[in-house]
């Protein structure tokens, strides 16, 4: 029996004599409220959601689904757990809304006295956030194949600004929604950027090289909405920059192109705090995912961060893909006491988003954040993407796997710098992590200066006897190493390139000891 039925069998059972009986239940006065305030900036045309609820016809054509997804707590989406912290502009409907849809349907969807229906909402014409300050559109259009594996590919959006301006917010308007999943937006030195823009005949270029990245301004995935960064925080775009959008592509079976555009939303000067970020685990969980072996139904990554100064966390989101089931992060403050943080119980890899906490959240200096992911990988989970299940290790396509809790945060006092070990970045590596990556160097050899280790390297991988590592040579394991050695960016490392790659990696891991 669905969820639905269910739902309106107890509708059935409040008689009409009952007091808590609403009496007639009518679109007008009950449903269109409803849908209007939570539904139909998504379900209106040029959104994402299958069908529009604009109208009566609209809601009574779906009736029977609107009533068992909301039962169900499908639609609205929002997965976040209620219980944790509060987040701004969260989504979900009351009790006593779900069960009017549900008497609603019972009662055959009437539609009432349409004087008394309210006005459709009034968006904005193709952006949510009203005209933005600056809008920049791809050259050219990319074509996605109709079938093949994932791909990922970053877009260069010129941008020539004659001074240093600051971002509040940005939206995403893809031109083919059906085979963007998610894009990740950066801000980098024009020069390079330009320099790799279409280098091998198409839009673009492959993954984000060693490029001079200045900065990240977010990222959009389906479903979600842009938001405005709270108070005065916003993003540093300075001159000589230009936008950088890394895609990711999801083949939906036919031939898609793909000419997306941007609107930035700019704050009229700097902010008084500059917004920061890490993840925990770090670099998307590469190091602490492991091997998720077919027919583990709760495999458990855990990843621990402590924080050395005095932060405000300002946003929260998560990132994994099909099989990840759950994500909790809980902070303990030095004295014992616990924050928890952000959970969500039931990950969904099509409903991912950035979460802002509804007042900043004070992280005393001595916090320990712990963040626990939980992964089905058995033939049960309807969302495995492989029948029969199969091992699943890190990486970038979607049937492999990721996880991470991200957050945004400013520093308490700006004065003394940022934590220690993370610069600030999102991909900031914690001391577990550094013996796996002190494991790598070997790969480029251990005798340390540009010599040593550029030599070795050289030997071992140069198949073709030109005296450099083509990226054909390398396995494909090491391509996002070899993206950022390549400095001159002409798919080739020379003694040199490896050598300053080896110490670069060696500095950032320490001679020592986990």
Same mark, same amino acid.
């Given at each position: 029996?669905?969820?639905?039925?269910?739902?309106?069998?107890?509708?059935?059972?409040?008689?009409?004599?009952?007091?808590?009986?609403?009496?007639?239940?009518?679109?007008?006065?009950?449903?269109?409220?409803?849908?209007?305030?939570?539904?139909?900036?998504?379900?209106?045309?040029?959104?994402?959601?299958?069908?529009?609820?604009?109208?009566? &016809?609209?809601?009574?054509?779906?009736?029977?689904?609107?009533?068992?997804?909301?039962?169900?707590?499908?639609?609205?989406?929002?997965?976040?757990?209620?219980?944790?912290?509060?987040?701004?502009?969260?989504?979900?409907?009351?009790?006593?809304?779900?069960?009017?849809?549900?008497?609603?349907?019972?009662?055959?969807?009437?539609?009432?006295?349409?004087?008394?229906?309210?006005?459709?909402?009034?968006?904005?014409?193709?952006?949510?956030?009203?005209?933005?300050?600056?809008?920049?559109?791809?050259?050219?259009? @990319?074509?996605?194949?109709?079938?093949?594996?994932?791909?990922?590919?970053?877009?260069?959006?010129?941008?020539?600004?004659?001074?240093?301006?600051?971002?509040?917010?940005?939206?995403?308007?893809?031109?083919?929604?059906?085979?963007?999943?998610?894009?990740?937006?950066?801000?980098?030195?024009?020069?390079?950027?330009?320099?790799?823009?279409?280098?091998?005949?198409?839009?673009?270029?492959?993954?984000?090289?060693?490029?001079?990245?200045?900065?990240?301004?977010?990222?959009?995935?389906?479903?979600?909405?842009?938001?405005?960064?709270?108070?005065?925080?916003?993003?540093?775009?300075?001159?000589?920059?230009?936008?950088?959008?890394?895609?990711?592509?999801?083949?939906?079976?036919?031939?898609?192109? &793909?000419?997306?555009?941007?609107?930035?939303?700019?704050?009229?000067?700097?902010?008084?705090?500059?917004?920061?970020?890490?993840?925990?685990?770090?670099?998307?969980?590469? @190091?602490?995912?492991?091997?998720?072996?077919?027919?583990?139904?709760?495999?458990?990554?855990?990843?621990?961060?402590?924080?050395?100064?005095?932060?405000?966390?300002?946003?929260?989101?998560?990132?994994?893909?099909?099989?990840?089931?759950?994500?909790?992060?809980?902070?303990?403050?030095?004295?014992?006491?616990?924050?928890?943080?952000?959970?969500?119980?039931?990950?969904?890899?099509?409903?991912?988003?950035?979460?802002?906490?509804?007042?900043?959240?004070?992280?005393?200096?001595?916090?320990?954040?712990?963040?626990?992911?939980?992964?089905?990988?058995?033939?049960?989970?309807?969302?495995?993407?492989?029948?029969?299940?199969?091992?699943?290790?890190?990486?970038?396509?979607?049937?492999?796997?990721?996880?991470?809790?991200?957050?945004?945060?400013?520093?308490?006092?700006?004065?003394?710098?940022?934590?220690?070990?993370?610069?600030?970045?999102?991909?900031?590596?914690?001391?577990?992590?550094?013996?796996?990556?002190?494991?790598?160097?070997?790969?480029?050899?251990?005798?340390?200066?540009?010599?040593?280790?550029?030599?070795?390297?050289?030997?071992?991988?140069?198949?073709?006897?030109?005296?450099?590592?083509?990226?054909?040579?390398?396995?494909?394991?090491?391509?996002?190493?070899?993206?950022?050695?390549?400095?001159?960016?002409?798919?080739?490392?020379?003694?040199?390139?490896?050598?300053?790659?080896?110490?670069?990696?060696?500095?950032?891991?320490?001679?020592?000891?986990?």
């Amino acid at each position: 029996m669905s969820i639905a039925l269910i739902a309106l069998g107890l509708a059935v059972a409040i008689g009409p004599d009952d007091p808590d009986d609403p009496g007639p239940v009518t679109f007008a006065e009950h449903v269109a409220p409803i849908l209007f305030g939570n539904c139909t900036e998504c379900h209106r045309p040029g959104e994402p959601a299958p069908f529009p609820l604009r109208s009566y &016809e609209d809601a009574r054509t779906r009736g029977a689904t609107i009533a068992e997804v909301a039962a169900s707590g499908l639609m609205p989406p929002w997965h976040p757990d209620p219980s944790c912290l509060p987040l701004r502009d969260e989504r979900g409907l009351t009790a006593e809304q779900v069960d009017l849809l549900g008497l609603w349907v019972e009662r055959g969807m009437p539609e009432g006295d349409p004087s008394r229906t309210p006005a459709v909402p009034d968006f904005p014409e193709g952006w949510t956030l009203g005209d933005p300050d600056l809008v920049v559109t791809m050259d050219e259009a @990319f074509e996605v194949p109709a079938g093949g594996p994932d791909e990922f590919r970053t877009f260069v959006f010129r941008l020539d600004l004659p001074e240093d301006r600051w971002v509040k917010a940005v939206e995403l308007r893809p031109s083919a929604r059906e085979v963007v999943h998610h894009a990740l937006f950066f801000v980098a030195d024009s020069e390079g950027a330009r320099r790799l823009d279409g280098e091998d005949g198409r839009p673009g270029f492959r993954r984000m090289r060693l490029l001079d990245l200045r900065g990240s301004l977010g990222g959009w995935v389906l479903g979600t909405r842009p938001q405005p960064l709270p108070d005065d925080l916003a993003m540093a775009l300075p001159s000589g920059t230009d936008l950088l959008m890394q895609t990711h592509f999801h083949p939906s079976g036919k031939v898609e192109h &793909e000419k997306a555009t941007i609107g930035l939303y700019l704050a009229e000067g700097p902010p008084s705090k500059r917004l920061r970020g890490f993840q925990v685990p770090p670099a998307f969980g590469r @190091f602490a995912l492991g091997r998720i072996e077919a027919g583990d139904e709760a495999h458990t990554v855990r990843a621990s961060r402590t924080i050395d100064r005095d932060i405000d966390l300002i946003s929260v989101g998560g990132h994994a893909h099909y099989i990840c089931e759950s994500m909790e992060a809980v902070a303990t403050r030095p004295d014992g006491s616990a924050i928890d943080l952000f959970r969500i119980p039931d990950w969904d890899f099509d409903w991912q988003g950035r979460y802002f906490f509804e007042e900043p959240v004070r992280i005393p200096a001595g916090t320990r954040i712990d963040v626990t992911l939980v992964y089905d990988n058995s033939e049960g989970n309807p969302r495995n993407p492989s029948h029969p299940p199969v091992d699943v290790t890190f990486g970038e396509q979607s049937t492999d796997e990721m996880g991470t809790v991200l957050f945004g945060y400013v520093l308490a006092d700006e004065r003394g710098g940022d934590l220690s070990g993370g610069s600030g970045s999102l991909l900031a590596i914690g001391n577990g992590d550094r013996g796996r990556l002190r494991g790598l160097l070997g790969r480029f050899g251990r005798r340390g200066g540009t010599e040593g280790p550029g030599r070795a390297a050289i030997d071992r991988l140069d198949r073709n006897g030109d005296g450099r590592v083509d990226r054909e040579e390398v396995p494909d394991r090491l391509a996002p190493r070899f993206d950022r050695a390549d400095q001159d960016g002409d798919g080739a490392l020379d003694r040199r390139e490896l050598g300053e790659a080896a110490d670069r990696l060696r500095e950032r891991t320490g001679p020592g000891g986990d």
